[in-house]
């Protein structure tokens, strides 16, 4: 399968997800699906596989140590498509785990659209904005709910 081939497929596999947790916040499968089932785990089992069928076809120089290596790493078009594919996963995930903590908090969803438009588009910038949006309703810093021991 070529690298172009599993780009395409794995973008529009995010699709309906962000269409999920934009249109049907509240639907009983929103989440289920976007965070935990079909496509994170689909996204998961194609970046595995790609890391995997690359480990004997990767360049001189590639890691994680410069910017360099890391350029060397996405020079093959598989790890390439891999990074795009981690991007996809953990920007839906983060997109995911804003409408779920939205509900928690009772933050309108009409605030968190333009977050998740941001995340899907901008990932890091969404997920800013939508911890700026929490801390304003919230008044907390803490994203997490202690566990007990």
């Known amino acids: 399968m070529s690298a172009d081939f599993i780009f ?3 973008g529009n596999l995010v ?3 962000w ?3 934009i249109l049907l916040p509240n639907w009983r499968w929103t989440l289920a699906l976007v965070t ?3 496509i994170p ?3 998961g089992v194609v970046y595995i596989s790609l890391m995997i069928s690359q480990l004997g076809n990767l360049p001189e120089g590639v890691g994680f140590g410069s910017i360099e290596a890391v350029r060397a790493g996405f020079s093959n078009d598989y790890i390439l498509v891999a990074g795009w594919v ?3 996963a953990f920007d839906l995930f983060v997109g995911a785990w804003a409408v779920r903590d939205s509900q928690k908090i009772g933050l309108s969803h009409w605030f968190v659209m333009p977050c998740l438009a941001l995340t899907f588009m901008l990932g ?3 997920l800013a904005v ?3 949006m929490r801390f304003v309703k919230t008044r907390n810093m803490q994203i997490l709910e202690p566990v007990d021991a």
Request: proline share 8%; with cysteine.
């Open 15 to 17: 699709l309906p997800g």
């Open 36 to 38: 935990a089932v079909i």
């Open 86 to 88: 981690h991007y996809l």
């Open 41 to 43: 785990f689909t996204l």
């Open 130 to 132: 939508y911890l700026l």
């Open 8 to 10: 395409s497929i794995c």
């Open 19 to 21: 269409l999920l947790l």
């Open 124 to 126: 890091p910038t969404g």
